[in-house]
T-cell receptor, first 118, second 114 residues
Framework: AQKITQTQPGMFVQEKEAVTLDCTYD???????LFWYKQPSSGEMIFLIY??????QNATEGRYSLNFQKARKSANLVISASQLGDSAMYFC???????????????FGKGTTLSVSS | DAGVIQSPRHEVTEMGQEVTLRCKPI?????LFWYRQTMMRGLELLIY????????DSGMPEDRFSAKMPNASFSTLKIQPSEPRDSAVYFC????????????FGQGTRLTVV
């Protein structure tokens, strides 16, 4: 079974609108971390936001927020007030267990391509 | 810090040749990861190291792939012999052992095997 599922291959949004990118995950470990990365056409991987499994509040970073629904095992990324520069591929990723454990690594979903139009 | 440094940025090689990709992690980071990105399979974890020791190489596709980390500041991913289906972007990433810390990625090496 896939650990991280991103069901939207592509999303389209107009400038200044909000957009939600979906991510569901599968783990039986009570301790885990969820990450979102952005990959523009230039190819670099840019970290956006992190949510820990024990965090009580949804993570926010500027225009990015993470809608964390633990019971549903979903960690959707919300981008408010979209900008043209937000056009990129977005990846959801998960690390199971504590970072201090030797057996942990980020596992990525297939990604969602976001296109922002003016 | 200059970030994670990968070399070369681009590599074009003929089928059957040996290819070596290089990575310098961020100083002080104790985890190093090698990923491969293709359109079909997305971002796949190939292997990762903790304190220079390989922890999980189950993602390495075949015996043609090997990775080493001789010291904390250098790692290599070698493909011998290379095949056209190895064409992909190979990323190296590093991180520290803290739960809320992300992995920092290098710029990637775009490998084309003809």
């Amino acid at each position: 079974a896939q650990k991280i599922t991103q069901t939207q291959p592509g999303m389209f949004v107009q400038e200044k609108e909000a957009v939600t990118l979906d991510c569901t995950y599968d783990t039986s470990d009570p301790s885990y971390g969820l990450f979102w990365y952005k990959q523009p056409s230039s190819g670099e991987m840019i970290f956006l936001i992190y949510q820990g499994s024990y965090d009580q509040q949804n993570a926010t970073e500027g225009r990015y927020s993470l809608n964390f629904q633990k019971a549903r095992k979903s960690a959707n990324l919300v981008i408010s007030a979209s900008q043209l520069g937000d056009s990129a591929m977005y990846f959801c990723a998960m690390r199971e267990g504590h970072a201090l454990q030797a057996g942990t690594a980020l596992i990525f979903g297939k990604g969602t391509t976001l296109s922002v139009s003016s | 810090d200059a970030g994670v440094i990968q070399s070369p940025r681009h590599e074009v090689t003929e089928m059957g040749q040996e290819v070596t990709l290089r990575c310098k992690p961020i100083s002080g980071h104790d985890y190093l990861f090698w990923y491969r990105q293709t359109m079909m399979r997305g971002l796949e974890l190939l292997i990762y190291f903790n304190n220079n020791v390989p922890i999980d190489d189950s993602g390495m596709p075949e015996d043609r792939f090997s990775a080493k980390m001789p010291n904390a500041s250098f790692s290599t991913l070698k493909i011998q012999p290379s095949e056209p289906r190895d064409s992909a972007v190979y990323f190296c990433a590093s991180s520290v052992s803290r739960d809320n810390t992300e992995a920092f990625f290098g710029q990637g090496t775009r490998l084309t095997v003809v």
